[in-house]
């Protein structure tokens, strides 16, 4: 089976726009934690599921060009 490789600009793209989404998650779960009522605190709950799982997309691509030596 071919090896299929993501060109290297895509992914270190894709870094930058997980890492823009992880700073937008993080201002809206600081707000849902401020407004403190049950469902808010679930909004919270949920978007600090969604940054964790980001960051583990992160780590993944970041493993990637560390194997490609292309990782600054």
Known sequence: MPECKIPTAEVKQDIED???E???????????RLVGDRMSIFR??????????????????????KDRG???
Do not use: S
Request: hydrophobic share 40%; charged share 40%; no cysteine.
């Open 18 to 20: 997980t890492r823009r």
């Open 22 to 32: 992880i700073a937008d998650l993080e201002r809206q779960m600081e707000g849902h």
């Open 44 to 65: 919270a709950d949920a978007a600090a599921d969604g940054i964790r799982r980001r960051q583990e997309f992160i780590e993944k691509l970041e493993a990637i060009l």
């Open 70 to 72: 292309e990782l600054t």
